[in-house]
């Protein structure tokens, strides 16, 4: 999990602050929340500076970011000084999720990524999303190489939480110039 130990399932990652919004101390937030003004009602939130602990007095949408007012901020300094903030709330704040096809992508670190016909291919290290969808990074237990997936339905057909594994269906790779002809 980023800004927090990878191996630590009890804190969950909400959104990262970002740059100040406008000089009376408002700052964007990246929600990583299904939905993004869920964000500001969690109540005080931890964070990835040690010892701070922030609570979001009032939120916005402001297309894909969260405008917010953070409790204690008053001035454009201040919220310049959040900027990179990781924000986490303890897992047991949270409900469990209703069905298997639920879960937290915190449930996804640590299992066993195997392709279809049973062949290991490594372990979830992480779940990264860098603006277009989320990604796998599956660590090879044996060489300690590292290969990024798309968390896409197609690309990963099963998720077993429960049983401490997920199956990859890796994107058939073609050569430059390679393709099918249309018939």
Known sequence: MEGG???????????????????????R???????????????PLETSKP?????????????????????????????EKLNGIDLYVDRSR??????????YHADLIGLEARLSDGRVL???????????GDILEVRDGQSGDTFLFPFTR??????????????IEPPVETEPGEHEEPN
Not at 52 to 76: C, P, Q, Y
Request: proline fraction near 6%; aromatic fraction near 6%; avoid cysteine.
């Open 5 to 27: 130990k990878a191996d630590d399932k009890n804190r969950l990652l909400l959104g990262r602050i970002g740059a100040a919004h406008g000089i009376k101390g408002e700052v």
């Open 122 to 132: 490594g372990e979830v290290i992480a779940v990264p999303n860098f603006g277009a």
């Open 51 to 79: 010892g701070l602990v922030v609570e979001i007095a009032s939120a916005w949408l402001n297309k894909t970011v969260v405008i917010a007012r953070i409790k204690g901020v008053s001035d454009r300094n201040e919220a």
């Open 29 to 43: 937030i990246t929600p990583f929340t299904g939905e993004p003004l869920a964000i500001a009602g969690y109540g």
């Open 154 to 167: 197609t690309v990963v057909p099963e998720v077993r939480v429960a049983e401490g594994y997920l199956v």
């Open 94 to 103: 949270l409900p469990e999720p209703d069905d298997e096809d639920d879960f």
